[in-house]
């Protein structure tokens, strides 16, 4: 067999895989936002698949460049696949899409107008500086945010999917900067089909062997009813005790009011390692995130303050600050996720109520 038609194999591999993955999470989870964006991306990553060359000349066929753009303007959807992935409560905004098309938009003009031109050297270092950027912000956001995961095989996987990922994006646009406009052979662009082959199959073989509710939960849930009088029905007693020692940890002491409480904290409080503590609060008390965990009880004493006529007069960043927020933007907004209105108004119904 050939370089060129060992090659072709491997790219025709990706795409048919990357194409099932993309029918599977659009037939599966198609209302879930991270299963829609995961289906874009795997379109995206097809679009790569088919495309995407090593030191890549100047002149390009017409049908090659809105693949190579849409490729590029995948990385912007790998960034927001993440963030959705391990985000439940991430929504999309108008300007991720201005991102996207931004990128998506300066890679085809690079393609059919700027290396043409024979700029070719720029065009390729500022479209792979960019895909380095978004690499960097997806890594950056997930690593900061998987101390709060508390889906256990969740934070596993994110591991796997992002590190794969971003280590095969980030060596290939480096790649590409070192030898833009030189082609650099057969043997580089098989190779390269190759490795993208075997990183796709790990990918669609890492989610296949975790629950896709886990991974894409239904719909956002509203935060769970802070309770403790009734677990569930399976629940051990060993499992019992913990979770009545956490809750007078969260009601007598208060512990959330504490500033950058960690979920280690809480374990070594209780005595118990941390992957137990993280167990506990999602599978018993139903959280999958530790943030949120504490924001809920820090509203419910936020909420108690409010309704207070004795307490008409404080201002509401005292009670903010009180109940273990740093700051009135993250409580404005956690608050108002959980009740639907803003905490002013908030006070104001339960005055006229009163």
């Not at 941390?274 to 018993?284: G, K, S, V, W």
Request: charge should be positive.
């Amino acid at each position: 067999m050939t370089l060129a038609a060992l090659e072709l194999a491997f790219r025709a591999a990706s795409v048919a895989l990357l194409l099932v993955l993309a029918a599977s999470l659009l037939s599966d989870f198609r209302n879930v936002l991270a299963g829609r964006l995961g289906a874009a991306f795997a379109l995206g990553s097809a679009a790569h698949a088919a495309s995407y060359s090593v030191g890549a000349t100047p002149l390009l066929a017409t049908w090659h460049a809105p693949l190579i753009a849409l490729s590029t303007g995948n990385i912007v959807v790998f960034w927001l696949f993440t963030r959705a992935l391990f985000d439940d409560g991430f929504r999309l905004r108008g300007w991720h899409g201005w991102a996207w098309a931004l990128v998506t938009a300066f890679s085809f003009a690079g393609c059919v107008w700027i290396a043409p031109n024979g700029n070719s050297r720029f065009s390729v270092t500022v479209v792979n500086l960019i895909v380095l950027g978004f690499i960097a912000l997806a890594i950056g956001q997930t690593i900061a945010s998987w101390p709060a995961d508390l889906v256990e095989r969740r934070r596993r996987v994110r591991v796997f999917i992002v590190c794969a990922a971003a280590l095969y994006g980030g060596l290939n646009a480096l790649l590409q900067i070192v030898v833009a406009g030189h082609d650099i052979g057969d043997l580089a662009n098989t190779v390269n089909a190759g490795v993208l082959a075997c990183v796709v199959a790990a990918i669609a073989y890492a989610m296949m062997r975790v629950d896709g509710a886990e991974l894409f939960p239904a719909a956002a849930r509203a935060a769970p009813a802070i309770a403790f009088s009734q677990p569930p029905v399976a629940e051990d007693a060993a499992d019992q005790k913990l979770i009545d020692a956490l809750m007078r940890l969260m009601a007598d002491e208060r512990i959330y009011r504490r500033e950058n409480i960690t979920i280690g904290v809480l374990a070594g409080r209780l005595k118990i390692p941390e992957y137990r503590l993280r167990r506990l609060i999602n599978q018993r008390l139903g959280y999958r995130n530790f943030n949120v965990f504490l924001n809920n009880h820090r509203i419910e004493e936020a909420k108690t303050a409010l309704a207070d006529p004795a307490q008409a007069e404080v201002p509401v960043i005292t009670i903010a600050m009180d109940a273990g927020f740093q700051s009135l933007g993250p409580f404005n907004r956690a608050f108002k996720a959980v009740t639907g209105v803003t905490p002013t108004e908030y006070r104001r119904l339960k005055v006229n109520a009163a």
